[in-house]
């Protein structure tokens, strides 16, 4: 026989794990909201999606510093030539957006999500992290690009 208090107890106890369950079950996330940049960091997304579309891994490779860094599978390569072979396959249509971006002197970085094709702009199938780095007074290169996909 079951008492009155057991019962609200497993009620109480089932209740909670079914609140668990649902939550840890509701993996949807809301896209972030899209930031406009200033026109220097804007060409460097912009010329990013040119190269890649065109499969120029060249010009991929000269969006970066000298010694950039770019994450692949075995890990990170360093270097435009490294650079250039990472992307060596590299292509098709890529949408980047950004949702924040800070920019001091010689340094800054933007954050952002990346999508393809024509997909919903706020579809995003990724999200990125540029380092930025340049000279006094000279263009904004990527000293690091670290990218993951999103899990379905």
């Known amino acids: 026989m079951i008492r009155p208090r057991s ?10 794990g079914s609140v668990a369950t649902a939550v840890a ?7 972030l909201p899209s930031v ?11 010329d990013y999606e040119r190269a890649w579309e065109a499969g120029d891994a060249s010009a ?15 890990g990170w390569v360093r270097g435009h030539d ?3 072979e990472a992307y060596a396959r590299a292509g098709g249509a890529l949408r980047l957006r950004a949702l924040a971006y800070a920019v001091q002197d010689t340094v800054g970085y933007i ?5 393809y094709g024509d997909e919903s702009p706020t579809t995003d199938r990724g999200k990125f ?16 690009d670290l990218d ?3 899990r379905p």
């Open 25 to 31: 079950q509701d993996t949807t996330v809301q896209p």
């Open 148 to 150: 993951n996909r999103n």
């Open 60 to 74: 991929l490779a000269g969006l970066f510093t000298e010694d950039g860094f770019v994450p692949t599978d075995p």
């Open 129 to 144: 992290v540029l380092g930025l780095r340049r000279s006094p007074g000279g263009p904004w290169r990527i000293a690091a």
């Open 36 to 46: 406009a940049l200033p026109p220097e960091l804007d060409r460097v997304l912009r």
């Open 82 to 84: 490294a650079i250039r």
């Open 111 to 115: 954050v952002g999500a990346y999508g």
């Open 7 to 16: 019962l609200v107890v497993m009620l109480s106890a089932l209740s909670v």
